[in-house]
Structure formats: structure tokens, C-alpha cells
T-cell receptor, first 112, second 112 residues
Framework: DADVTQTPRNRITKTGKRIMLECSQT?????MYWYRQDPGLGLQLIYY???????NKGEISDGYSVSRQAQAKFSLSLESAIPNQTALYFC???????????FGPGTRLTVT | DQQVKQNSPSLSVQEGRISILNCDYT??????FLWYKKYPAEGPTFLIS?????DKNEDGRFTVFLNKSAKHLSLHIVPSQPGDSAVYFC???????????FGTGTRLKVLA
């Protein structure tokens, strides 16, 4: 079984809809991250969480919110989706005092 | 403002030859650097890293070189294999922040 899982893997939604992307991990890591990847722009940090009670904005948090329901779960929400949020979204985890991140397989989101 | 740059979007190399992937950064506060490899439909996977206290780190066929004065790092793959064909991202952070800035990626194609 994969250590970091993301659901759904693919989603098509309409402008204005609310959508939630979910991330679960079995690695026991405290740190969790959400990134988006756009063609030609690499990975950009949306939000990150160093423990259940710690939530921080990344480079591009506008239009997004997150919830850290448990150590193992970190959800990303788009309250009112817009077409320029069409992208590939990755969740990642890392252990305390480790720089190495473990990524999920990604969610491809299309907003029409 | 792109703090981490990978100026070559793509690179083709013959099997058995050396692949050299380059990465430049602008923020002098960055002191830890990582390379990730990404296959289609998968999340990035950690490849190799280097701290600014070193100028070279080697792991099997993979070597990362860091030139702090030039704010430049490179990943060498010797010998290149067809299975190395993937997108390679470099990432940088300031120690202790556990926040990462990613480059835009270089697509490596190793020709058999």
C-alpha cells in the first residue's frame, strides 16, 4: 500500500463549485504539505502544517483553505473553484528534522 | 520572481553517457538543496540532497555538486540509463524552515 494517498486522482468540476482534495499518510510524519504544479512553473507551496494544531500559508494560498483533521490527514479545499485553479495537486509529508519529502501520486483537477 | 531556476526545460542523452542537469538559485539564505525525480502519473520521489557545508555528495550513479559562490548546483548521472528518463526538479530551503522552493524541472530523455 502507498504511504501517501490522495483522493480523488482526477476531478472535473465547474466554476463556483466547492471541492475538497484529501491526503492521507501512513508514514507517521508530523509535517504535511500541499503543492500545485502548473506547466512550466514547477511545484508551488499552497499550505503546510507541522503538526495538527499548526497551519501555515505558503506562496499561493489565496483561494484555498486547509484542514488538518489528524496527524495522518490533511485536506485542501477550494471554496469556489475558478478555471485558473486547473492544475496538478500534490500532497507531501516529511519527518521531524528531515528535509526529505514523500509525495503522493497527485490529483489532476480541471475547473471548467 | 523565480528563486530557483532550471533553465533547460529538456535534455536528451545517449545511454551510457553522462547526464548533467543544472539549477541556479538567487536567495543566499538557501543552504540545503534536494533533487527529485518524477515519472508521469506519479508524485516526485527524492533522489539526492546536499547541504551547503559540502560541495559534493555522491550516491551510486548520482552526484550533486554545489558551487555556493556561483549559486549553482548540478546533478550528474553516470552512466545514464533509459529508466532515468523522467522530469528532474531541484529544490532549495533554508535549514530549519522545512519550506522548499522548487525549480521548474528538466525533462531528461535517455536514448537507448
Amino acid at each position: 500500500d502507498a504511504d501517501v494517498t490522495q483522493t480523488p486522482r482526477n476531478r472535473i468540476t465547474k466554476t463556483g463549485k466547492r471541492i475538497m482534495l484529501e491526503c492521507s499518510q501512513t508514514k507517521g510524519h508530523d509535517r504535511m504539505y500541499w503543492y500545485r504544479q502548473d506547466p512550466g512553473l514547477g511545484l508551488q507551496l499552497i499550505y503546510y502544517s507541522f503538526d495538527v494544531k499548526d497551519i501555515n500559508k505558503g506562496e499561493i494560498s489565496d483561494g484555498y483553505s486547509v484542514s488538518r483533521q489528524a496527524q495522518a490527514k490533511f485536506s485542501l479545499s477550494l471554496e469556489s473553484a475558478i478555471p485558473n485553479q486547473t492544475a496538478l495537486y500534490f500532497c507531501a509529508t516529511s519527518d521531524v528534522d528531515s528535509e526529505k519529502q514523500y509525495f503522493g501520486p497527485g490529483t489532476r483537477l480541471t475547473v471548467t | 520572481d523565480q528563486q530557483v531556476k532550471q533553465n533547460s526545460p529538456s535534455l536528451s542523452v545517449q545511454e551510457g553517457r553522462i547526464s548533467i542537469l543544472n539549477c541556479d538559485y538567487t536567495n543566499s539564505m538557501f543552504d540545503y538543496f534536494l533533487w527529485y525525480k518524477k515519472y508521469p502519473a506519479e508524485g516526485p520521489t527524492f533522489l539526492i540532497s546536499i547541504s551547503s557545508i559540502k560541495d559534493k555528495n555522491e550516491d551510486g550513479r548520482f552526484t550533486v555538486f554545489l558551487n555556493k559562490s556561483a549559486k549553482h548546483l548540478s546533478l550528474h548521472i553516470v552512466p545514464s540509463q533509459p529508466g532515468d528518463s523522467a522530469v528532474y526538479f531541484c529544490a532549495a530551503s533554508s535549514s530549519g524552515t522545512y519550506k522548499y522552493i522548487f525549480g521548474t524541472g528538466t525533462r531528461l530523455k535517455v536514448l537507448a
